[in-house]
């Protein structure tokens, strides 16, 4: 049923944009067009108009002034909730309207661009400039902005919502505020204040446990609250005795104080150490085999705390994970309503669908908590934490995933990427391209891809086009983990030469656009580095195959290239890459190995 309704609000606004083009919003670079805000407006509302207003005058060079009215001319540009709204467009009803809906809509010569608070109106304002006026937001330093004169629109009634309450690409791309409000991004990075429409608060995230009941300051006076591994009170390594009643209600108030620390949080974590050794004492096995998972317990502690939370804090949900052994639904239990379960992915194959034989296992738990939580959220992988700049292959499965996710119903999406630095392997595609599906995972993700590469890497679009379906193909039926080897067999020297080849093909094409040219030599990294790691292997099979030798004859060449690319000076809104994988490792450490050439394959 979901599905099906948010189809059919795309139907109906693609259908309601059909018709004659009759509101000219600029002429020859001039306009006859004011922006108006109302009383009452939200500091979002006001900035929404601010944009509006910026964004037009770089596309046409029209300057298209914003005044605070009660009316509103005949040619006006309507912003936001309030009297005006409700006196030129009197059916359209704002009171019923989500806080992230929006209406894009055009009466006369009056164009409306308004939606729920506190992110609608705001919303409505960029989706218009993406969708008539073609605006696209790369990244935080590459943006298309077309610059027309004559801005013409036809008849709109374009309602929209997204298909995720929570949505967040956690890349180190979206990290910039106004992308992420560009791009429509309620994620944990950046923190958005009110003048962007705000995000959803957490107190704490995940990995509560410790946090909430620190052992250095409890395990003595209770031991009875932690694990009992082996018929042994422990906390190194271990998790809470969840079923432990006076832990229950200790965490009870821990909770209380820090949502009162917090008002601003609508989201409290529960959840446990990133670890394993679960307790096994009497009461907790009990629960965990009646419910033949160890989601039993941890579940049984959530909805007995949000139960007790529930009358002083009703706005707030508590969140907790369903992670490596509590990855299995529970049997019987079902999360209360104000309890959110955070399935994680981090098994899966993530070089094919989820619908795969392979992913087969995570698929069925998806099922099973689907049908019992109402309120899913899903962590997802999409990077390599191991070596953050390796070729990961993932990129055609990324829409198939997303839309798995929401024909079950997900309502919150962490697409958890190479969070740390700039750098990692294809990351502003992902980052776009995520957030875009984020909003309408039912757009064509192939062509959103081709869309990306064309705009932001220009004439080096189809090399790089054909990389990806490269490497792609070359990865089919290997099992690609969050944490996949530089020795994988799909980076063979066949495939990379060939990689290498397309690569220095689009440097080609981009030779003579230096903006380009640097994005593509930022793109060109990973294969550096694949043959960097790889050096002697590579170099036997190249001789094996009595092939062609496709990279510098100087490693130490070769990775004095790769760290003044990786770490060398770029355009406003990038930083240099700091680290190349989650353990810690610089740019420096990794080339400071190859200060020797080899002197023998």
Known sequence: MKIVSFLCMLVLTAFAERGEAKMQLAKNGHTDYVIITQAGATPAELHAAKELAQHLHTITGADFPIREAANAPSKAIVIGQGAVTRRCFPTVDLSAFGQEQLVIRTEGKRLLLAGGRPRGTLYAVMRFLATQCGVRWWTAWASQLPHTPNLTLPTLNRVEQPAFESRDPYWFVSGNTD??????????????????????????FVHTFFPLVPPEKYFSKHPEWYSLIKGKRVYEGAQLCTTNPELRDFLVEQVKASLKESPEASILSVSQNDWFNPCECERCKALDDEEGSHAGTML??????????????????????????TRKAPKSLKPLPNVIVRLCSIECNFGASLEDPSNKSFADDI????????????????????????????????????????????????????????????????????????????QDDRALIKEFLQGYYGNADKAI???????????????????????????????LSKAERLWQEAEHAVQNDPERLWRVRQGHLPIQYTALQNWQ???????????EWVFPTSRKALADQWLAVATGKGPVGWSPMTLINEGGTTPQAFVEQFQNDPTSP
């Open 300 to 325: 049984a502690l959530v909805n007995y705390i949000a139960e007790k939370v529930k009358p002083d804090f009703p706005h707030v949900a508590i969140d907790t994970l369903a992670y490596q052994y």
């Open 465 to 495: 086009y054909a990389y990806l379906e490269l490497l792609s193909q070359a990865a089919k039926g290997f099992y690609l983990t969050c944490n996949t080897s530089p020795t994988a067999p799909f980076l063979k020297y066949t495939v």
């Open 367 to 442: 099922r099973a908590w689907s049908q019992k939580s109402n309120r899913l959220y899903i962590w997802d992988y999409t990077t390599n934490f191991s070596h953050y700049v390796l070729p990961h292959p993932n990129w055609f499965v990324l829409g198939e995933n997303v839309r798995f996710f929401h024909k079950y119903g997900v309502r919150g999406l962490f697409e958890q990427g190479a969070y740390q630095s700039d750098g990692g392997e294809m990351a502003e595609l992902r980052t776009w391209l995520l957030a875009q599906l984020l909003w309408n995972p039912y």
């Open 537 to 547: 292997a590579l170099r036997r099979n190249c001789l094996e195959d009595k092939a």
């Open 179 to 204: 992308w992420a409000v560009h791009n429509l991004i309620t994620g944990q990075r950046p923190y958005l204040d009110e003048t962007h429409g705000g995000g959803i608060r957490y107190k704490g």
